[in-house]
């Protein structure tokens, strides 16, 4: 099942009759533009448990390597389970006392010590945005791979039918699937969470 929406909002789409493709090559789709926007953009849209992340201790922060971290499900230090709280912001983990507490704990130093299992991502839910360029990016790859597709989605611009030329996009840097109106989404959140810039 695609992460980002249910095969039936894939099959209520122009050409997306049930029948057409099979499920296991929607999927195969979905998770190639999964993959791209995820890319581009530094982090997912839904939850994705790191499990076991190894980091050396001491100091009392860790980096960790999502900068989203929706929670985190536990850590051990030395292959001891820490039983501190545990707060994550930024991409920062760092252990606390008890909840009510503010001063960080140092972790014990060593290498590769402290192993970190959290869930990671921008959001637990899909933005409608992304949602909706995730669906049109599936169903024009789909559309794409059929010899029978429709005009494609890449054409930028056409003349009249007395020869004159059509343009088409094509991957690239400012443009990760080729398809504009789903570029637009793409590289606008990559530009809003600036993922070079994280430090």
């Known amino acids: 099942m695609p992460d980002y929406f249910t095969l039936a909002e894939l099959a209520a789409l122009p050409n997306m009759t049930e029948g057409r493709y099979t ?3 929607k999927e195969a789709a ?3 533009v999964v993959g791209i926007i995820e890319r581009e953009v530094g982090t997912s849209f839904v939850a994705r448990t790191v499990t076991d992340e ?9 980096v960790l390597a999502s900068p989203h971290v929706l929670s985190v499900t536990s850590a051990t230090e030395d292959g001891v389970a820490v039983t501190d709280t545990l707060r994550a912001r930024s ?5 606390f006392a008890s ?3 503010f001063t960080p704990i140092r972790w014990a130093s060593g290498t590769g010590n402290v192993l970190v299992t959290y869930q990671s991502g921008y959001s637990a839910t899909v933005p409608a ?3 909706e360029a995730a669906l049109q990016a599936t169903r024009f790859e789909l559309l794409a791979t059929n010899s029978n597709s429709e005009q494609s989605a890449r054409q930028t611009s056409s003349t009249n039918e ?3 030329t059509v343009q088409y996009a094509v991957a690239g840097t ?3 699937t080729g398809y504009p109106k789903v570029d637009a989404v793409i590289v606008g959140w990559r530009d809003e969470l600036d993922v070079f810039g994280f430090a």
């Open 91 to 95: 991409g920062i983990l760092r252990r």
């Open 174 to 176: 400012d443009h990760p």
């Open 23 to 25: 499920d296991a090559r």
């Open 162 to 164: 007395m020869g004159g």
């Open 30 to 32: 979905a998770a190639y």
């Open 99 to 101: 909840a009510t507490d």
């Open 54 to 62: 190894e980091h050396d201790g001491g100091s009392d922060a860790i």
């Open 129 to 131: 945005d992304i949602k």
